[in-house]
């Protein structure tokens, strides 16, 4: 009885891995074999959300995936997140952390009281509004997917917010990389730190950087603008809990309100991850482990496929019909975030530079 109930999900978790398998394909195909790259700058997840709302839309989806989408979408995403945190090592980015850190944190708070003023404005839904705000400030797809959940968002405003992140995120990761080129006159430092702040995703900023190592032969470029990214995506660690308290708040008559009832308990996962990480890092260093950095590769790959899975079962939840009727307003506040953490990150880094160089 016990594995009749759990087999119940296999359909849906297969469905969602052929469709990540297509959007890997896809990915290859477009990336390398049409435009020529070593490694695609197109993000897999966004071929995999795109494959599923196609299908999703144009096939009826059988009640007897739903349930193992639904598993996808809600802890097979975690898992994902989880994952993420063993690529990440914080004591790389000592050399520049005096900036970035702070860089990320204005950042973030200037497009949080600028979505608060729109929301006012142009009466769109809360949740979209957060969903849009994580995305632009903390890590694009990846933020927005953990903080639906938290916040009770629907499925619509979930693809719709992704939506949102990926246009503007493939317009920022195009044009920016030439556009700081010239800004700052070719300082890899500072052009590094400005791509890895402010485009949303992390497959966005390493393919930003990657066309800027490309045109410009700024490999360091690359690498500053990468560890900046993996820095702002721990953020999430506080984003998430903050945002899931700011909207929980004013449901305290309803029932009794705790921050342990809303707090993202897998956030603690991706810490513990970070933490693995680093004394693993210290250990096997030490000890010459080579079965270590596979072990990280293989972590890394794994939430990949996580992460582009849970994409592919949010895509084939998506109603194009249920999107339409939001209207453009939320597209009209993504814009405006782009644009504000953009201006805002030029802004702290003059100002940087007025006073510390």
């Known amino acids: 009885m016990y594995l009749k109930k759990n087999l119940v999900f296999i359909p849906g978790i297969v469905l969602a891995f052929v469709l990540y398998t297509l959007s890997q394909g896809f990915n290859n195909i477009i990336g390398i074999e049409i435009l020529g790259y070593d490694k695609s700058p197109i993000s897999t997840a966004m071929i995999a959300i795109l494959l599923g709302i196609f299908f999703g839309n144009v096939f009826k989806v059988r009640d007897g995936f739903q349930k193992g989408l639904d598993f996808t979408r809600e802890y097979i995403l ?12 914080p004591f790389e980015f000592l050399d520049f952390g005096k900036i970035a850190i702070p860089l990320i944190i204005v950042s973030m708070i200037s497009v949080l009281i600028v979505i608060k003023l729109l929301i006012k404005k142009l009466k769109i839904p809360t949740r979209m509004a957060y969903l849009i705000s ?4 903390v890590c694009g797809t990846t933020a927005i997917v953990a903080t639906a959940p938290v916040i009770k968002a629907s499925k619509n405003e979930t693809s719709y917010a992704i939506a949102n992140i990926t246009l503007f995120g493939i317009l920022s990761m195009l044009i920016y990389p030439y556009f ?6 070719g300082e890899s430092l500072l052009v590094g730190l400005f791509l890895g702040t402010s485009i949303h995703e992390t497959s966005q900023v390493a393919a930003a950087g990657l066309i800027y190592d490309q045109q410009f032969n700024s490999p360091e470029t690359l690498n500053i603008a990468t560890v900046t990214k993996l820095i702002r995506n721990t953020f999430l660690v506080i984003m998430i809990p903050l945002f899931a308290f700011l909207y929980n708040r004013g449901k305290v008559k309803e029932k009794n309100y705790s921050i342990l009832n809303i707090f993202p308990y897998f956030v603690l996962g991706f810490v513990g991850m970070i ?42 939840s998506t109603n194009i019909k249920d999107i339409r009727k939001m209207g453009y307003k939320p597209f009209l506040v993504g814009f405006i975030a782009m644009l504000t953490v953009g201006i805002v990150c030029i802004l702290t880094i003059e100002i940087y530079l007025k006073l510390f160089i």
């Open 275 to 316: 933490i693995l990480r680093n004394i693993g890092d210290q250990f096997f260093v030490i000890n010459s482990e080579n079965n270590w950095i596979k072990t990280i590769d293989f972590v890394k790959s794994s939430s990949k496929v996580f992460l582009t899975m849970a994409m592919a079962a949010i895509g084939l």
């Open 78 to 89: 975690k898992l994902g997140i989880i994952c993420l945190g063993i690529q990440l090592k």
């Open 180 to 185: 700081a080129n010239f800004y700052f006159d």
């Open 134 to 137: 994580i995305g632009s400030t």
